[in-house]
């Protein structure tokens, strides 16, 4: 329900918004405006999100087939099962959900986001196969969809390719930060999440938590002794080596347990079409009306509300100019790349002004939450979403105050 009232809510909005402007300041283009961006973001829904990825999800479901046949999968959920369990207390032990979700949590920390989508959407079926009612969430699809949308990420790659592009004389200088601000979401999102579900803290979890840190720490502490060139030349090579180390392993791995590697990638392969065709609806009626709403100038009234709000209190402004991609990410990752480029090539700020080196932080502390939700639960046909929303909302507002203060603790 709550996700039928966001999306009912954006076209009200917009609509008010665009009424106004055009009755109150005149502007006779508005309307056509809003027209043109439903038709636009109609057709870019399909044809530049849900048709590129259906080749992915052909390949990588053909490939995680291979991974199930060969037990890589299986051994994924035994090695992780204790952490595992404690977070997603309903899945049961050793469920191939486990290893899938972990997949996912993995492509994602490498930046790999076209490989994270289908392991993600194998999961949530899955985690669909367990549900006793399809139509409305369960709490393990809610915590794994609120990580999801933290974009847990250990490699900002794209995001040093940004900066690369528009002239950065220290593109990988956001390289620490934009790992700390969304390792803060992510725990933010565990706690919001864990709070909401009653999930018990007890010294296995913890100690699973704190061991993860240290291990991240251990590798910033490495890559934060590498100079400028070796970072770049780092994040280049990383995600991608890893990535294609975990296709070839998969394929050997399916060799050694004697699997017939084609036909197994071919019957996997084959449920990508229909993964996408149910997607379709979802992200076309969501990217729609996140459109929409961008187009009225809602987006603009809200961050300049939000500057008022942050002078009067006497805070410092100096973050505001980015503000619009931290409010723009929950709904569109496009939308905030934009807006992330547009400070880049801003002759007064650029890529290495506060502004911009805050707006490569939010752009990398948090995903799309209201996109993923719709591709996500729309691909199984969730209809309850239940807290998942806010749960994910409040991860990202939480996610949001650690970036700001993040880039004044590394920048100012």
Same mark, same amino acid.
């Given at each position: 329900?709550a996700?039928n009232?966001?999306w009912?809510?954006?076209?009200?909005?917009?609509?008010i918004?665009a009424?106004i402007k055009?009755i109150?300041?005149g502007?006779?283009?508005i #309307?056509?405006k809003l027209?043109?961006?439903?038709?636009?973001?109609?057709?870019?829904?399909? $044809?530049?999100?849900a048709?590129?990825l259906?080749?992915?999800?052909?390949?990588?479901?053909g490939?995680?087939?291979i991974?199930?046949?060969a037990?890589?999968?299986r051994?994924?959920a035994?090695f992780?099962?204790?952490?595992?369990?404690?977070?997603?207390?309903g899945?049961p032990d050793?469920?191939?959900?486990?290893?899938?979700?972990? $997949?996912?949590?993995?492509a !994602?920390?490498l930046?790999?986001?076209?490989?994270? +989508?289908p392991f993600?959407?194998?999961?949530?079926?899955?985690? %669909?196969?367990i !549900?006793p009612?399809?139509?409305?969430?369960t709490?393990?699809?809610?915590?794994?969809?609120?990580l999801?949308t933290?974009g847990? +990420?250990?490699?900002?790659?794209?995001?040093i390719?940004?900066?690369?592009s528009?002239?950065?004389v220290? /593109?990988?200088s956001?390289f620490? /930060?934009?790992?700390i601000?969304t390792?803060?979401? +992510?725990?933010?999102?565990?706690?919001v999440?864990?709070?909401? %579900?009653?999930?018990?803290?007890d010294l296995v979890?913890?100690?699973w938590?704190?061991?993860?840190?240290a291990g991240?720490?251990?590798?910033?502490?490495y890559?934060?002794?590498?100079s400028?060139?070796?970072?770049e030349?780092?994040?280049?090579?990383?995600?991608?080596?890893?990535?294609f180390?975990?296709?070839?392993?998969? @394929?050997?791995g399916?060799?050694?347990k004697k699997?017939?590697?084609?036909?197994a990638?071919i019957?996997?392969?084959k449920g990508?079409?229909?993964?996408?065709?149910? @997607?379709i609806?979802y992200l076309?009626?969501?990217?729609?009306?996140?459109?929409?709403?961008?187009?009225?100038?809602a987006l603009?009234?809200?961050?300049?509300?939000?500057?008022w709000?942050i002078?009067?209190?006497g805070?410092?402004?100096?973050?505001?100019?980015?503000?619009p991609?931290?409010i723009?990410?929950p709904f569109?990752?496009?939308?905030?790349?934009?807006?992330m480029?547009?400070?880049?090539?801003n002759?007064e700020l650029?890529p290495?002004?506060?502004?911009?080196l805050?707006?490569?932080?939010?752009?990398?502390?948090?995903? +799309?939450?209201f996109?993923?939700?719709?591709l996500y #639960?729309?691909s199984?046909?969730i209809k309850k979403v239940?807290?998942?929303?806010?749960?994910?909302m409040?991860?990202?507002?939480?996610?949001v105050i650690?970036?700001i203060i993040?880039?004044y603790?590394?920048?100012k």
């Amino acid at each position: 329900m709550a996700l039928n009232y966001v999306w009912i809510a954006f076209f009200i909005i917009a609509f008010i918004i665009a009424l106004i402007k055009l009755i109150v300041f005149g502007d006779v283009e508005i #309307f056509k405006k809003l027209s043109d961006g439903i038709f636009d973001s109609a057709k870019s829904s399909v $044809m530049d999100v849900a048709l590129p990825l259906a080749g992915t999800m052909v390949f990588f479901l053909g490939l995680m087939n291979i991974a199930e046949k060969a037990g890589a999968v299986r051994f994924l959920a035994r090695f992780l099962n204790p952490l595992m369990k404690r977070i997603f207390p309903g899945v049961p032990d050793g469920h191939p959900a486990m290893g899938q979700m972990v $997949m996912n949590f993995s492509a !994602n920390m490498l930046g790999l986001d076209n490989a994270a +989508t289908p392991f993600g959407l194998k999961a949530m079926e899955s985690l %669909q196969e367990i !549900n006793p009612d399809k139509e409305k969430a369960t709490n393990a699809q809610i915590m794994f969809l609120v990580l999801h949308t933290s974009g847990l +990420t250990l490699i900002p790659l794209s995001i040093i390719a940004y900066r690369i592009s528009a002239g950065s004389v220290s /593109p990988a200088s956001i390289f620490i /930060p934009c790992v700390i601000g969304t390792l803060m979401t +992510t725990l933010a999102s565990v706690v919001v999440v864990s709070i909401w %579900q009653r999930i018990r803290w007890d010294l296995v979890l913890v100690g699973w938590i704190v061991s993860a840190l240290a291990g991240v720490g251990v590798l910033l502490f490495y890559i934060n002794g590498l100079s400028a060139e070796q970072k770049e030349i780092f994040s280049k090579v990383a995600g991608n080596l890893v990535l294609f180390v975990i296709v070839v392993s998969f @394929i050997l791995g399916g060799i050694w347990k004697k699997v017939h590697v084609f036909d197994a990638f071919i019957e996997g392969a084959k449920g990508g079409f229909d993964v996408v065709l149910k @997607i379709i609806p979802y992200l076309v009626g969501m990217l729609v009306a996140i459109r929409v709403f961008r187009d009225s100038g809602a987006l603009e009234y809200v961050i300049s509300a939000l500057a008022w709000v942050i002078r009067a209190l006497g805070f410092d402004t100096d973050f505001v100019p980015a503000l619009p991609v931290a409010i723009m990410k929950p709904f569109s990752g496009s939308g905030a790349r934009g807006m992330m480029l547009d400070i880049f090539k801003n002759p007064e700020l650029g890529p290495d002004s506060f502004p911009g080196l805050a707006a490569s932080i939010f752009q990398g502390s948090a995903d +799309t939450t209201f996109y993923i939700i719709a591709l996500y #639960f729309g691909s199984v046909g969730i209809k309850k979403v239940r807290y998942s929303i806010w749960a994910g909302m409040i991860a990202d507002f939480l996610g949001v105050i650690a970036a700001i203060i993040i880039a004044y603790i590394f920048f100012k």
